[in-house]
């Protein structure tokens, strides 16, 4: 009799965890930002890199995170949540413009070297993002943009 008594507070204790767990909602990061330090507020990027950015970067890089629906699940979304707040740790869009021009020189050139080495979007991201991955053409645009950017950050400033 005890130890059926302890069997059913085990399996009562666990369907309490297993509940608790899958209805929790784990903080993700604050999506605000004030739009006028935006990458395209005040910097020209063409259509077509922006697009770039937007499905391989600005996902982990920026406020605007499509939030995929597995970050609503306990453990993966203190995951994703992490990913996301190192990642604009690292480098933000949505904060562009907070940052002084040589950052921004700096940050560009590391954009296109990590993107060159597949460094950058992560493989788990890409797996799980397939349209993150850049095409040899893509990448081209990518690095070509930033070297050309980053050039006039050093040289004119703005």
């Known amino acids: 009799m005890r130890a059926r008594r302890t069997l059913a507070a085990a399996a009562v204790a ?3 965890a297993v509940g608790v767990a899958v209805w929790a909602r784990p903080a993700l990061p604050d999506d605000s930002a004030d739009p006028s330090l935006a990458l395209p507020a005040r910097t ?3 259509e077509h ?3 770039t ?3 391989a970067c600005f996902d982990c890089h920026s406020t605007e995170t499509r939030w995929p629906w597995y970050a609503r699940l306990p453990l993966a979304a203190n995951l994703v949540a992490r990913d996301v707040r190192e990642g604009r740790a690292q ?3 949505s904060q562009w413009n ?3 021009r040589f950052d921004r020189a700096e940050l560009l050139d590391k954009a296109c070297a990590l993107a060159t080495r597949q460094v950058m979007p992560p493989w788990q ?3 799980m993002h397939p349209d993150a991955r850049l095409s040899p053409r893509q990448l081209e645009e990518l690095c070509g943009w930033s070297r050309e950017e980053s050039a006039r950050l050093t040289q004119e400033g703005s």
């Open 98 to 100: 907070a940052y002084n």
């Open 14 to 16: 666990l369907v309490v």
């Open 49 to 51: 890199v922006m697009a």
């Open 44 to 46: 020209a990027v063409p």
């Open 125 to 127: 991201y890409r797996l």
């Open 53 to 55: 950015l937007r499905h």
């Open 91 to 93: 480098l933000d869009w």
